[in-house]
Protein backbone atom coordinates (compact mmCIF):
# COMPACT_ATOMS: atom_id res chain seq x y z
CA UNK A 1 0.00 0.00 0.00
CA UNK A 2 0.84 3.61 -0.13
CA UNK A 3 0.16 5.90 2.86
CA UNK A 4 -0.29 9.06 3.33
CA UNK A 5 0.91 10.40 6.83
CA UNK A 6 -0.41 13.85 7.71
CA UNK A 7 1.64 14.70 10.97
CA UNK A 8 5.26 14.61 11.34
CA UNK A 9 5.54 14.70 15.19
CA UNK A 10 6.88 11.84 17.56
CA UNK A 11 3.97 10.01 16.46
CA UNK A 12 3.53 10.53 13.50
CA UNK A 13 6.96 9.97 12.65
CA UNK A 14 7.10 6.45 14.58
CA UNK A 15 3.72 5.74 12.46
CA UNK A 16 5.97 6.18 9.20
CA UNK A 17 8.71 4.03 10.26
CA UNK A 18 6.66 1.02 11.44
CA UNK A 19 4.61 1.63 8.14
CA UNK A 20 8.00 0.87 6.17
CA UNK A 21 8.98 -1.48 7.93
CA UNK A 22 6.01 -3.70 7.41
CA UNK A 23 6.69 -2.83 3.71
CA UNK A 24 4.25 0.38 2.74
CA UNK A 25 5.33 2.79 0.76
CA UNK A 26 4.89 5.89 2.89
CA UNK A 27 4.66 9.91 2.34
CA UNK A 28 4.84 12.60 4.97
CA UNK A 29 3.17 16.02 5.48
CA UNK A 30 3.90 18.32 8.48
CA UNK A 31 0.74 21.11 9.27
CA UNK A 32 2.87 23.28 7.05
CA UNK A 33 3.20 21.36 4.01
CA UNK A 34 -0.61 20.88 4.58
CA UNK A 35 -2.49 23.92 5.92
CA UNK A 36 -6.38 24.21 5.89
CA UNK A 37 -5.85 20.59 3.72
CA UNK A 38 -4.79 22.50 0.95
CA UNK A 39 -2.64 19.47 -0.36
CA UNK A 40 -5.19 16.68 0.08
CA UNK A 41 -6.65 17.30 -3.92
CA UNK A 42 -7.50 14.64 -6.16
CA UNK A 43 -3.87 14.47 -8.09
CA UNK A 44 -2.10 14.53 -4.32
CA UNK A 45 -4.19 11.57 -3.36
CA UNK A 46 -3.71 9.60 -6.83
CA UNK A 47 -2.01 6.22 -5.79
CA UNK A 48 -2.45 6.97 -1.71
CA UNK A 49 -4.28 4.09 -0.79
CA UNK A 50 -5.08 5.38 2.83
CA UNK A 51 -3.99 8.10 5.03
CA UNK A 52 -3.30 8.64 8.35
CA UNK A 53 -3.56 12.04 10.60
CA UNK A 54 -1.90 12.70 13.47
CA UNK A 55 -2.36 15.95 13.56
CA UNK A 56 -4.46 18.49 15.93
CA UNK A 57 -8.10 19.04 16.44
CA UNK A 58 -8.60 21.53 14.16
CA UNK A 59 -6.20 20.26 11.61
CA UNK A 60 -7.99 16.54 11.50
CA UNK A 61 -11.24 18.38 10.67
CA UNK A 62 -10.24 19.81 7.78
CA UNK A 63 -8.48 16.90 6.96
CA UNK A 64 -10.98 14.37 7.51
CA UNK A 65 -13.65 16.52 5.50
CA UNK A 66 -11.16 17.02 2.54
CA UNK A 67 -10.07 13.11 1.97
CA UNK A 68 -13.96 11.88 2.50
CA UNK A 69 -15.02 14.47 0.37
CA UNK A 70 -12.98 12.84 -2.33
CA UNK A 71 -14.07 9.26 -1.28
CA UNK A 72 -10.72 8.30 0.06
CA UNK A 73 -9.79 6.58 3.23
CA UNK A 74 -8.35 8.28 6.05
CA UNK A 75 -7.62 6.41 9.64
CA UNK A 76 -7.33 9.38 12.75
CA UNK A 77 -5.54 8.91 15.74
CA UNK A 78 -6.10 13.06 16.60
CA UNK A 79 -8.36 13.24 19.52
CA UNK A 80 -10.52 16.06 20.42
CA UNK A 81 -12.93 16.29 16.68
CA UNK A 82 -15.27 14.35 17.75
CA UNK A 83 -18.42 17.21 18.14
CA UNK A 84 -17.62 16.99 14.37
CA UNK A 85 -18.52 13.56 13.43
CA UNK A 86 -21.93 13.46 12.17
CA UNK A 87 -21.18 15.94 9.95
CA UNK A 88 -18.08 13.75 8.46
CA UNK A 89 -20.03 10.39 8.58
CA UNK A 90 -22.57 12.12 6.71
CA UNK A 91 -20.06 13.27 3.53
CA UNK A 92 -18.45 9.36 3.98
CA UNK A 93 -21.96 8.29 3.23
CA UNK A 94 -22.64 10.52 0.39
CA UNK A 95 -18.88 10.29 -1.46
CA UNK A 96 -18.22 6.17 -0.57
CA UNK A 97 -15.33 7.28 1.66
CA UNK A 98 -13.85 5.55 4.57
CA UNK A 99 -13.26 6.66 7.99
CA UNK A 100 -11.76 4.65 11.31
CA UNK A 101 -11.02 7.09 14.04
CA UNK A 102 -10.23 5.53 17.76
CA UNK A 103 -9.14 7.57 20.73
CA UNK A 104 -5.88 5.08 21.44
CA UNK A 105 -4.76 2.59 19.03
CA UNK A 106 -2.88 0.27 21.30
CA UNK A 107 -4.16 -3.27 21.25
CA UNK A 108 -3.29 -3.49 25.07
CA UNK A 109 -5.70 -0.07 25.71
CA UNK A 110 -8.12 -1.94 23.70
CA UNK A 111 -7.67 -5.01 26.31
CA UNK A 112 -8.19 -2.04 28.62
CA UNK A 113 -11.54 -0.87 27.96
CA UNK A 114 -12.88 -4.94 27.75
CA UNK A 115 -11.73 -4.76 30.84
CA UNK A 116 -13.20 -1.51 32.13
CA UNK A 117 -16.29 -2.74 30.62
CA UNK A 118 -16.48 -5.61 32.73
CA UNK A 119 -15.11 -4.09 36.18
CA UNK A 120 -18.00 -1.36 35.45
CA UNK A 121 -20.34 -4.37 36.27
CA UNK A 122 -20.04 -4.28 40.11
CA UNK A 123 -22.33 -2.33 42.12
CA UNK A 124 -21.27 -0.63 45.70
CA UNK A 125 -17.90 0.75 43.81
CA UNK A 126 -16.78 4.35 43.27
CA UNK A 127 -14.94 4.91 39.89
CA UNK A 128 -12.15 7.18 39.24
CA UNK A 129 -9.75 6.97 36.22
CA UNK A 130 -6.14 8.97 36.54
CA UNK A 131 -4.01 9.85 33.07
CA UNK A 132 -0.94 10.51 32.92
CA UNK A 133 0.94 12.15 29.56
CA UNK A 134 3.39 14.34 27.83
CA UNK A 135 3.40 18.08 28.46
CA UNK A 136 3.13 18.34 24.74
CA UNK A 137 -0.87 16.84 24.75
CA UNK A 138 -3.29 19.19 23.98
CA UNK A 139 -6.08 17.63 24.99
CA UNK A 140 -6.53 17.26 28.98
CA UNK A 141 -8.29 14.86 30.23
CA UNK A 142 -7.28 12.31 27.19
CA UNK A 143 -9.66 11.00 24.53
CA UNK A 144 -8.85 7.76 26.29
CA UNK A 145 -9.81 8.89 29.99
CA UNK A 146 -12.87 10.07 28.08
CA UNK A 147 -13.98 6.59 26.64
CA UNK A 148 -13.04 4.72 29.81
CA UNK A 149 -15.12 6.85 31.58
CA UNK A 150 -18.02 6.53 28.69
CA UNK A 151 -18.01 2.61 28.81
CA UNK A 152 -18.32 2.84 32.58
CA UNK A 153 -21.30 5.03 32.74
CA UNK A 154 -22.42 2.93 29.78
CA UNK A 155 -23.05 -0.05 32.46
CA UNK A 156 -23.62 2.53 34.87
CA UNK A 157 -25.84 5.84 34.09
CA UNK A 158 -25.65 8.35 35.78
CA UNK A 159 -22.80 7.24 37.83
CA UNK A 160 -20.16 10.33 39.06
CA UNK A 161 -16.44 9.14 37.72
CA UNK A 162 -13.81 11.56 38.27
CA UNK A 163 -10.93 11.81 35.66
CA UNK A 164 -7.63 13.18 37.18
CA UNK A 165 -5.08 14.32 34.52
CA UNK A 166 -1.31 15.34 34.71
CA UNK A 167 0.85 16.30 32.40
CA UNK A 168 4.45 15.57 33.33
CA UNK A 169 7.70 15.44 30.94
CA UNK A 170 7.78 13.14 28.00
CA UNK A 171 5.15 10.36 29.53
CA UNK A 172 4.23 8.35 27.20
CA UNK A 173 0.98 7.52 28.07
CA UNK A 174 -0.89 5.91 31.65
CA UNK A 175 -3.79 5.14 32.69
CA UNK A 176 -5.28 3.47 35.82
CA UNK A 177 -9.11 2.74 36.40
CA UNK A 178 -9.92 2.63 40.28
CA UNK A 179 -12.95 0.97 41.68
CA UNK A 180 -12.57 1.52 45.25
CA UNK A 181 -14.88 0.51 48.42
CA UNK A 182 -15.81 0.72 52.14
CA UNK A 183 -13.64 -3.08 52.30
CA UNK A 184 -11.34 -2.91 49.41
CA UNK A 185 -9.69 -1.48 46.16
CA UNK A 186 -9.40 -2.66 42.39
CA UNK A 187 -6.96 -0.90 39.65
CA UNK A 188 -6.78 -1.97 35.95
CA UNK A 189 -3.72 -0.01 34.67
CA UNK A 190 -2.00 0.40 31.39
CA UNK A 191 1.12 1.98 31.21
CA UNK A 192 2.82 2.65 27.60
CA UNK A 193 6.52 2.23 27.99
CA UNK A 194 6.72 4.26 24.09
CA UNK A 195 4.42 5.13 21.32
CA UNK A 196 5.46 2.15 19.08
CA UNK A 197 2.26 0.26 19.88
CA UNK A 198 0.19 3.02 19.05
CA UNK A 199 1.81 3.45 15.50
CA UNK A 200 1.53 -0.33 14.78
CA UNK A 201 -1.93 -0.43 15.77
CA UNK A 202 -2.39 2.93 13.60
CA UNK A 203 -0.96 1.20 10.85
CA UNK A 204 -2.95 -1.90 11.30
CA UNK A 205 -5.98 0.24 11.19
CA UNK A 206 -4.44 1.67 7.75
CA UNK A 207 -4.31 -2.03 6.41
CA UNK A 208 -7.55 -3.03 7.63
CA UNK A 209 -9.20 -0.25 6.20
CA UNK A 210 -7.82 -0.13 2.56
CA UNK A 211 -10.41 -0.90 -0.06
CA UNK A 212 -13.69 -0.54 2.58
CA UNK A 213 -15.81 2.25 2.68
CA UNK A 214 -17.90 3.31 6.16
CA UNK A 215 -17.43 4.77 9.29
CA UNK A 216 -15.78 2.51 12.27
CA UNK A 217 -14.19 3.44 15.76
CA UNK A 218 -11.51 1.29 16.37
CA UNK A 219 -12.99 0.08 19.72
CA UNK A 220 -15.37 -1.98 17.51
CA UNK A 221 -13.00 -3.68 14.67
CA UNK A 222 -9.62 -4.35 16.40
CA UNK A 223 -10.01 -7.49 17.30
CA UNK A 224 -10.60 -8.13 13.24
CA UNK A 225 -6.92 -7.10 12.57
Known amino acids: MLLLVLGKGKTGSL???????RGHGVRALDINENQHASAL?????????VIIDFTTPDAAVENIRA???????????TT???????????????RSGGLLYGTNFSIGVQ????????????????????ETHHTSKLDAPSGTAITL?????????GIEVRIDSQRVGDANGEH????????????????????????????RAAEWLCSKSGVWEFREIFDKL
Open 41 to 49: TAPNLAGVD
Open 80 to 94: GWYAHLPELKAIAER
Open 15 to 21: VAEVARK
Open 176 to 203: IVTAKSEHDVIELRHDAHSRRSFAIGAV
Open 111 to 130: KLFRLTAELACIEGYKFSIR
Open 67 to 77: VLALGCRIVVG
Open 149 to 157: KQIIQSVQP
